[in-house]
């Protein structure tokens, strides 16, 4: 959560704009094992994090995808947004643009928050329980849009 003051002299507590990229190369999806230095350390994840002050949601997406895989990307599109106060294994209440995208050229290597990076085939997944937060959601609903075309953004109305 986010300690913020404002002008009345109110303060309040507000979430986090994250993002989570699903990216795709040759019918595969990209995993990142997350290192035992962060939340869900040692778990598969998808791609993604915090956005930064003064960046735009595609800036993020960009930014987070080459620092953590080292790739560049593009054919990004908006999945869904998921603004469940109660996320599996989070507690900062983050509220999540999820985006798919395909990888293009690898310009780099991961940065410390990965201990690994692999090609998944979407029918051999890790276990749902080795993947972190609700990333294995994530990808079911992508399945989901490819064989439902449902229309994305997908976005779940209570």
Known sequence: MITCNFEDGNKAKLRH???????????????????????EGGKWALVGGYMERDETIIDAVRRETLEETGYEIKNIKLLTVIDNP?????????ISFVF???????????????????????????PKEL???DHYQNIELYLNYLKNKISIPYIPLK
Not at 17 to 39: G, H, M, P
């Open 131 to 133: 993947i972190a937060f």
């Open 86 to 94: 109660h996320r599996p294994g989070e507690d900062r209440q983050n």
């Open 100 to 126: 798919i995208c395909d990888a293009s050229k690898k310009v780099g290597n991961s940065d410390w928050e990965v201990d690994d990076l692999k090609w998944f085939d979407l029918s051999n997944l890790p």
């Open 17 to 39: 704009a994250v993002v989570d990229v699903l990216v795709f190369k040759n019918n595969q999806i990209l995993l990142e094992k997350r290192s035992n230095k962060l939340i």
